[in-house]
């Protein structure tokens, strides 16, 4: 993935874990934003799982009802067509009689019962097929390979109307789904990446003279130097030192924490390992060394390529 992309990914991740750090890392420790990227995954879940919750009739058309397609064993079914009342229908069965005409063929109708006489037609009606002989003046049985395109019913079923019509399942906002999986996308690569982002390289100047005895290089620090943990989206400002030992030049890190606060220097000690590389931000890339020893888990950032180079030469850098 492009530098710049991480960068951006993690520019963002940043602001949410700024954001959350009014809780007290007692109570959440670690990265907090990955508690984000978790409420993102499951609001994303929410309307999918939504939609499959529940008992919802089959969707079909009076034609598909005729070819015998409905596939639930109780029959219940959710029509879609155009309503009309009818009045004066003798029948044996009590109730109110509708039909509901075919959305694709309107020439095409089923017949439709309710136990109570219906104050407002349903948008779509919901109800349960039953066997029945149905005959209505004006209408060919659908099944009369001779009614051409005269108005046909349905003539062995009938739409038992559900009291309250059942609405459909309800459609996924996949817009929504997406974009909230894109979020926390953005969230769990910028925080597994972080920000600002080290990168590491393999150009160094192997002939850069090393730091002597008695130098000291200024250096902005983020990250572990003995008790001390700095952010490296927020470094404190220290001091690389190089002093005289018993086994040769031995170095050092000072943390500079400010008016009223001392950091004693830490030494790096005898066994090192590090890379270099560059810190990325969105505004400017600095020369760095990431440094680890047994005190010191940190990235050093220094004013120019050869003052990094120069303290490469007193640390084992891996290549």
């Given at each position: ?81 155009r309503i009309e009342a009818l009045t004066d229908v003798e029948s044996q069965i009590e109730g109110s009689f509708y039909l509901v005409h075919d959305a ?186 990431a440094l680890e020893a047994e005190q010191i888990d940190a990235i050093l950032m220094f004013a120019t390529i050869a003052e990094r180079d120069r303290a ?8």
């Open positions: 993935m492009p530098t710049r992309v991480l960068l951006i990914f993690g520019f963002v991740a940043s602001i949410v874990e700024r954001a959350l750090r009014f809780i007290p890392g007692r109570f959440l420790p670690g990265r907090r934003t990955w508690i984000v990227v978790g409420l993102l995954v499951v609001a994303a879940m929410v309307p999918v799982i939504a939609s499959f919750g529940g008992s919802h009739p089959q969707e079909i058309n009076v034609s598909e009802i005729l070819a015998g397609k409905v596939s639930r064993a109780d029959q219940w079914v959710r029509v879609p067509g694709k063929d309107p020439s095409l109708s089923l017949l439709l019962r309710s136990d109570t006489r219906l104050e407002r037609l349903p948008d779509v009606p919901t109800g349960h097929l039953e066997v029945a002989a149905v005959e209505l003046p004006g209408y060919a049985s659908a099944t009369d390979p001779t009614a051409g395109t005269k108005p046909r019913v349905i003539p062995d079923r009938l739409l038992a109307l559900d009291l309250t019509p059942t609405p459909s399942r309800a459609s996924i906002a996949w817009p929504l789904v997406l974009l909230l999986l894109l979020l926390a996308g953005i969230l769990f690569v910028g925080n597994r990446f972080g920000y600002p982002l080290y990168e590491e390289t393999r150009e160094v100047d192997v002939l850069a003279r090393p730091l002597a005895p008695g130098e000291r290089l200024p250096v902005v620090i983020g990250g572990r130097v003995g008790d001390q943990r700095v952010p490296l989206d927020d470094p404190v400002e220290g001091l690389l030192l190089v002093s005289a030992g018993a086994r040769g030049p031995e170095l050092a890190v000072q943390l500079l924490l400010g008016a009223g606060q001392h950091a004693a220097p830490v030494p790096v000690g005898e066994w090192t390992a590090g890379t270099v590389g560059y810190v990325h931000t969105l505004r400017e890339h600095v020369a760095a060394l490469a030469g007193r640390v084992s850098i891996r290549r």
